[in-house]
């Protein structure tokens, strides 16, 4: 198998996008002023980053046998992913993420079936996928036991790891940190990641300091009005985008730009400030669906 760039592990799914000038109250209406239907998904969403910003890239995640997961990888190879190793399990319907932007501020309904999760031995069965890629991005929102498997196999063909995330399974943190090069998570995942609270910017540094001593070469973690990205011997503080149209895609613009600097060998402060720049250009506009061919 030709070597890629980029595998991206995690969710594949479509993105319903709603703006309003408000949320109704119960019982009420409000039209919508904005309407979009997109490829979405965290996986898809920083697979779709990394091909706008140069990388060669493929997935690997489930949808549905229905019309909607027929929709979404029609788009993905629109956008020049691989999408050979997407499973169509039969059976489920295709993730329906909506996401309703109203007054300024926007909330998530997520409809993902279990069927549409990553097992052990739809791992298995993308090993070659897997251990033929330079980088492999592992969303951590995908059960446990999947991820560490496609991190190991991942590590086992040679690749750089980047997590992204916390595991719904605590137990398998530490397992998962020592595949990795390196860990980008939000805040709440943060704490998550460290089982403590962090109110203040010099205590997510000291957090990804601690991180940076079970495994990852890098860590970065969402902070109070900004990110916190270390390295051995260094540290930057990126400022959150002021006046976002709408954080949904945020993360995953930032996993792509990090991964894909990574991949052309951009120093560490340089990929974090690229990172912080394909957040910035995604959350002025609605939804998740990155647009980085500018960045």
Same mark, same amino acid.
């Given at each position: 198998?030709?070597r890629l760039?980029?595998?991206?592990?995690?969710?594949?799914?479509?993105?319903?996008?709603?703006?309003?000038?408000?949320?109704?109250?119960?019982?009420?209406?409000?039209p919508?002023?904005?309407?979009?239907?997109?490829?979405?998904?965290?996986?898809?969403?920083?697979?779709?980053?990394?091909?706008?910003?140069g990388?060669?890239?493929?997935?690997?995640? #489930?949808?549905?046998?229905?019309?909607?997961?027929? @929709?979404v990888?029609?788009?993905?190879? @629109?956008?020049?992913?691989?999408?050979?190793?997407?499973?169509?399990?039969?059976?489920?319907?295709?993730?329906?993420?909506?996401?309703?932007?109203?007054?300024?501020?926007?909330?998530?309904?997520?409809?993902?079936?279990?069927?549409?999760?990553?097992?052990?031995?739809?791992?298995?069965?993308?090993?070659?996928?897997?251990?033929?890629?330079?980088?492999?991005?592992?969303?951590?929102?995908?059960?446990?036991?999947?991820?560490?498997?496609? @991190?190991r196999?991942?590590?086992?063909?040679?690749?750089?790891?980047?997590l992204?995330?916390?595991?719904?399974?605590?137990?398998?943190?530490?397992?998962?940190?020592?595949?990795?090069?390196?860990?980008?998570?939000?805040?709440?995942?943060?704490?998550?990641?460290?089982?403590?609270?962090?109110?203040?910017?010099?205590?997510?540094?000291?957090?990804?300091?601690?991180?940076?001593?079970?495994?990852?070469?890098?860590?970065?973690?969402?902070?109070?009005?900004?990110?916190?990205?270390?390295?051995?011997?260094?540290h930057? #503080?990126?400022p959150?985008?002021?006046?976002?149209?709408?954080?949904?895609?945020?993360?995953?613009?930032?996993?792509?730009?990090?991964?894909?600097?990574?991949?052309?060998?951009?120093?560490?402060?340089?990929?974090?400030?690229?990172?912080?720049?394909?957040?910035?250009?995604?959350?002025?506009?609605?939804g998740?669906?990155?647009?980085?061919?500018?960045v």
């Amino acid at each position: 198998m030709t070597r890629l760039d980029v595998v991206v592990v995690g969710q594949v799914g479509r993105d319903l996008v709603l703006q309003a000038d408000a949320v109704p109250p119960a019982g009420g209406s409000e039209p919508v002023r904005v309407r979009r239907e997109l490829l979405g998904g965290k996986g898809a969403n920083q697979a779709v980053g990394m091909a706008q910003l140069g990388a060669r890239v493929a997935l690997l995640g #489930v949808v549905g046998d229905d019309a909607a997961g027929s @929709a979404v990888l029609d788009q993905a190879r @629109a956008d020049g992913i691989d999408v050979t190793h997407v499973l169509r399990r039969a059976g489920a319907a295709t993730a329906l993420l909506v996401d309703v932007v109203a007054g300024g501020e926007r909330r998530l309904l997520e409809d993902v079936p279990p069927g549409t999760l990553l097992t052990v031995a739809d791992v298995s069965g993308a090993a070659q996928l897997l251990k033929a890629a330079a980088y492999v991005a592992v969303q951590l929102q995908q059960p446990a036991d999947a991820a560490l498997a496609a @991190a190991r196999t991942a590590v086992d063909g040679g690749a750089r790891v980047v997590l992204d995330g916390a595991p719904q399974d605590s137990g398998a943190t530490q397992a998962l940190l020592a595949t990795a090069y390196a860990v980008r998570a939000d805040a709440s995942e943060a704490q998550e990641l460290t089982g403590r609270e962090l109110p203040e910017v010099g205590d997510v540094l000291a957090a990804a300091r601690e991180l940076l001593g079970r495994g990852p070469r890098l860590c970065a973690l969402g902070a109070p009005g900004g990110d916190v990205v270390a390295w051995p011997g260094g540290h930057v #503080v990126l400022p959150h985008a002021e006046h976002p149209a709408d954080t949904t895609g945020g993360g995953d613009a930032f996993v792509a730009g990090l991964t894909v600097a990574l991949l052309r060998g951009r120093p560490e402060e340089e990929a974090a400030q690229l990172a912080a720049a394909a957040t910035a250009s995604t959350v002025k506009r609605l939804g998740g669906r990155p647009a980085l061919g500018n960045v």
